[in-house]
């Protein structure tokens, strides 16, 4: 029987931590296996879809550019790749390529496992690109209402329609006056990552009750971060979020479904402070 192989697929790729994450759990289970990057550029990625079954792969993740690509070339799709239209994992099953997007999952997990029981009445969401299109759609069935803050006004409203009355879309401008009303702040912008502007917000204004959590993960603390720690808010940083939504594929693929643990964080942490 041939050795289980399974892939992450982007472009670029050579940064891509999927690879550290799952074959840490291959040898945590003891399980033979493999786990390999493959850089595709746009334009192959249709043929590269079509042919991965035949290169001996049961699957993989898909990450930035391919995602709204993969949910269209898709055999099956599960409603939260429908919500989204994007998939970041793919798998075999009768024959056929089935998507899924488990960023909603992953966003949600993370929150679980480092706050314990958590609710947040309204969340203020900052950012409305594809990775906020994730959020949005894991906080609508834990949140009450939402508030979406862009820069430009017309991916904020796009967004709205997910819940015609329960999101708000709001201008970048209108963030401070919303603070106050805010139990959760969640940043999806690329604002704070490394070689990026910080994300310049007075936090004064939030609850003490308030959570501020931040999807990126390079660096662990962001500015966001590091101010929300300063005003003894509690705060979430992305890293759980990328390792949560490692756990389904990985169950689709080689037949076990593994945990997110302390020595598993540890690596990936170790991973970016040497700045692989």
Do not use: C
Not at 64 to 70: D, F, L
Not at 110 to 135: I, M, P
Not at 246 to 275: C, N, Q, Y
Request: charged share 20%; hydrophobic share 45%.
């Amino acid at each position: 029987m041939p050795i289980p192989k399974a892939f992450v697929v982007g472009h670029p790729i050579k940064h891509s931590r999927s690879p550290l994450i799952h074959g840490h759990w291959l040898r945590e289970h003891g399980l033979e296996g493999s786990y390999e990057p493959v850089d595709v550029a746009p334009e192959d990625f249709a043929s590269f879809f079509r042919s991965f079954a035949e290169r001996g792969f049961r699957g993989g993740n898909v990450t930035i550019p391919h995602k709204e690509a993969a949910f269209r070339l898709a055999d099956a799709t599960t409603e939260r790749a429908r919500r989204l239209e994007a998939a970041n994992t793919l798998w075999l099953e009768d024959g056929r390529i089935h998507a899924d997007n488990t960023d909603v999952i992953g966003f949600v997990a993370n929150l679980d496992q480092e706050l314990g029981a958590w609710s947040a009445r309204t969340a203020l969401v900052l950012g409305a690109g594809g990775a906020a299109r994730g959020v949005v759609a894991a906080l609508l069935d834990r949140v009450e209402r939402i508030v979406v803050a862009n820069r430009t006004d017309g991916k904020a409203r796009e967004l709205a329609g997910f819940a015609p009355g329960r999101i708000d879309p709001i201008a970048w401008g209108e963030i401070p006056a919303r603070l106050a009303e805010a139990d959760l702040l969640v940043n999806t912008t690329a604002l704070g990552m490394s070689g990026q502007p910080p994300l310049e917000l007075e936090l004064s204004p939030l609850p003490s009750h308030a959570v501020v959590t931040d999807i990126v993960y390079v660096p662990l603390e962001t500015p966001l971060l590091a101010h929300a720690k300063a005003r003894a808010l509690r705060a979430v940083d992305g890293l759980g979020m990328l390792l949560h939504q490692a756990v389904p594929g990985f169950g689709r693929w080689f037949g076990v479904t593994p945990k997110v643990t302390p020595a598993l964080r540890a690596l990936i942490e170790a991973d970016i402070v040497s700045g692989r």
